[in-house]
């Protein structure tokens, strides 16, 4: 099995910064693929910032040039440094994580979320 942990959130005024953490423990192989996703009340989870493993990092067009998703490897964890906050990012952020990990007997893959942390932007 997979724990996924993220942490970091809390309130900031408008224009200012916040970095989220992501930890992923557990009998993990390998990393398939790391991502943030984020989901306001009454609305669809949407993806913020993803790093598959070999491949190119994506955002969410609503954070381009404000938010820089990075991975430590090593620790299999996950950073969102997020700048020029907006009160729209007002929201719960998840962590996802796709894994190859042993699960009920055998090695598989598996997908797992955090609980999420709360970021609120306000004055």
């Known amino acids: 099995q997979v724990q996924v942990v993220e942490s970091g959130g809390g309130l900031v005024q408008p224009g200012g910064s916040l970095r989220l953490s992501c930890v992923a423990s557990?009998?993990?192989?390998?990393?398939?693929?790391m991502r943030w996703y984020r989901q306001a009340p009454g609305k669809q989870r949407e993806l913020v910032a993803a790093?598959?493993?070999?491949?190119?990092?994506e955002y969410a067009d609503s954070v381009k040039g404000r938010f820089t998703v990075s991975r430590d490897n090593d620790k299999n964890t996950l950073y969102l440094k997020m700048n020029s906050l907006k009160p729209e990012d007002t929201v719960v952020y998840y962590c996802?994580?796709?894994?190859?990990?042993?699960?009920?007997?055998?090695?598989?893959?598996?997908?797992?979320w955090g609980q999420g942390t709360q970021v609120t932007v306000s004055s």
């Open positions: 996802n994580v796709d894994s190859l990990a042993f699960y009920s007997g055998s090695w598989r893959d598996v997908d797992s």
């Open positions: 557990g009998n993990i192989f390998s990393i398939v693929d």
């Open positions: 790093t598959p493993t070999g491949g190119n990092t």
